[in-house]
Structures are given as C-alpha cells and as structure tokens.
C-alpha cells in the first residue's frame, strides 16, 4: 500500500515537471514554420523576445488558447491556430521558449 502512495507521488510530480528537452522538440515540430529563434519576426512574433517579455505560464497559455488570448496580448486579430498538443507538450514547449532567455523583462539591473 505504502509502495503504491509512494509510486504515484513520483509519478504525479514527474508529470508536473516542465521538460526542457523535449520542449525543443515540441517547438521544432510545432512551432518554427511560424516562429523562430533569434531569427526575427516570421509568421509570429521570434520566440528570442518572446522569452524576454513573457512568463512560462502566459506562453502556455497562449499555446494552448491563443483565440481567447490574442487582445490581452496586444494583437488586433489571431493568425495562429489552436494546436491539438497534449497538456504536457504545452508545459514543456513554454519551460523551453521560457529557458532561451535567463533575463526577464521585469528583472531589475
Ligand atoms: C501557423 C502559424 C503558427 C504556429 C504553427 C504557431 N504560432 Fe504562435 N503565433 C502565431 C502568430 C501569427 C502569432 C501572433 C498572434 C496571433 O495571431 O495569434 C503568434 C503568437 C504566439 C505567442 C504570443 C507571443 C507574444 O508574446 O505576444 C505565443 C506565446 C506563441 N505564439 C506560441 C506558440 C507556440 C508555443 C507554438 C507551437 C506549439 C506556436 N506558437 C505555433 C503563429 C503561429
């Protein structure tokens, strides 16, 4: 019984986790043909600035939703389309766009 509890914490947490690697690879399959990487601005905004001036939590968000999302955002109409990704996905690709810049716009110098 004990052994069970125990199992399903781990497992519970290591779902929970944000995965960076395979974030990367939700990001080359599901995002480049309209966003890059220091690239500059594609069909969507470069995911470089995105990661300056957005929380992990708002990228996924929009990722998962971005209809109901884009005037908070500050875009006047939406072009991109609602991906059919697994929760998980969502959490690991926002961990990895997230993770390509260590400062934040709201960091203080
Ligand atoms: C078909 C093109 C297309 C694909 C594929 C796409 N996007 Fe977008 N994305 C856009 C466009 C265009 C915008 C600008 C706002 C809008 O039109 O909704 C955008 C905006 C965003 C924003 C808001 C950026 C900001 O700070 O204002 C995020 C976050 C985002 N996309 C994440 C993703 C992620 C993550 C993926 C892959 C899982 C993805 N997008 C796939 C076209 C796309």
Known sequence: MKKVILFGLVFTATTLLA???AGEN??????????????GAALGPDFNIV???RRAKEIENYAKDPYSLFEAF?????AMPTL???AQQF???????SSLQPFKKWMKK
């Open 84 to 86: 059919p990704l697994e």
């Open 19 to 21: 995965d960076i690697a």
């Open 74 to 78: 500050g875009y006047s109409a939406n």
């Open 26 to 39: 939700v990001y080359k399959e599901n995002c480049a043909i309209c966003h890059t990487i220091n690239g």
């Open 91 to 97: 959490k690991d690709v926002a961990a990895y766009i």
């Open 51 to 53: 990661s300056y001036t």
